[in-house]
T-cell receptor
Framework: AQKITQTQPGMFVQEKEAVTLDCTYD???????LFWYKQPSSGEMIFLIY??????QNATEGRYSLNFQKARKSANLVISASQLGDSAMYFC?????????????FGQGTELSVKP | DSGVTQTPKHLITATGQRVTLRCSPR?????VYWYQQSLDQGLQFLIQ???????AKGNILERFSAQQFPDLHSELNLSSLELGDSALYFC????????????FGDGTRLSIL
């Protein structure tokens, strides 16, 4: 079964510190993509970062990096130098590339609160 | 700004009614996806269209239908609405064939009274 698990319903981090949001996945597809999205309280879904299953290096986008450990089936998001504006829900998602169309499978999300 | 436009932003209606949600994808994107976000079910994939044709179906109720038009905009039709249909409905688009991300619109918040 295709599944994304985010075990941290809520997290707190001090402003300017780094934080890691956990994500594990389960798939039998040999090729897939892993994504992180941010959903502020206003509701929109903002794409943050993408990692392909065959990518050798971990993806980075500004203050966001994805710690991809294929053997452990984990794709943790690391946010460096947290800012107050990072307070939001964060969703990990997976897209299997075979026989699944193009759908994204989402985890339940982690609510991040950044403290001043 | 993701480039994906959804209208309306908010919709309030009553049980038994029918509504239409509209989505314009990013320029150049051929695939449109519809997702439903509710408190109990989380984010669920409903349906995907590619260049006017249905590509994949998820947990979409028979009361719901969608289509993609020649100009690539898409509409999601929800009929015989029930209280449980209250949710945030997202449209996303992507360049099909690319392994990259889907870009989401701001969503339509549907409230059934």
């Amino acid at each position: 079964a295709q599944k994304i698990t985010q075990t941290q319903p809520g997290m707190f981090v001090q402003e300017k510190e780094a934080v890691t949001l956990d994500c594990t996945y389960d798939t039998s597809d040999p090729s897939y993509g892993l994504f992180w999205y941010k959903q502020p309280s206003s509701g929109e879904m903002i794409f943050l970062i993408y990692q392909g299953s065959y990518d050798q290096q971990n993806a980075t986008e500004g203050r966001y990096s994805l710690n991809f450990q294929k053997a452990r089936k984990s794709a943790n998001l690391v946010i460096s130098a947290s800012q107050l504006g990072d307070s939001a829900m964060y969703f990990c998602a997976m897209r299997p590339y075979y026989n699944q169309g193009g759908k994204l499978i989402f985890g339940q999300g982690t609510e991040l609160s950044v403290k001043p | 700004d993701s480039g994906v436009t959804q209208t309306p932003k908010h919709l309030i209606t009553a049980t038994g009614q029918r509504v239409t949600l509209r989505c314009s994808p990013r320029s150049g994107d051929l695939s449109v996806y519809w997702y439903q976000q509710s408190l109990d079910q989380g984010l669920q994939f409903l349906i995907q269209y590619y260049n006017g044709e249905e590509r994949a179906k998820g947990n979409i109720l028979e009361r719901f239908s969608a289509q993609q038009f020649p100009d690539l905009h898409s509409e999601l039709n929800l009929s015989s609405l029930e209280l449980g249909d209250s949710a945030l409905y997202f449209c996303a688009s992507s360049v099909d064939g690319s392994p990259g991300p889907q870009h989401f619109g701001d969503g339509t918040r549907l409230s059934i009274l």
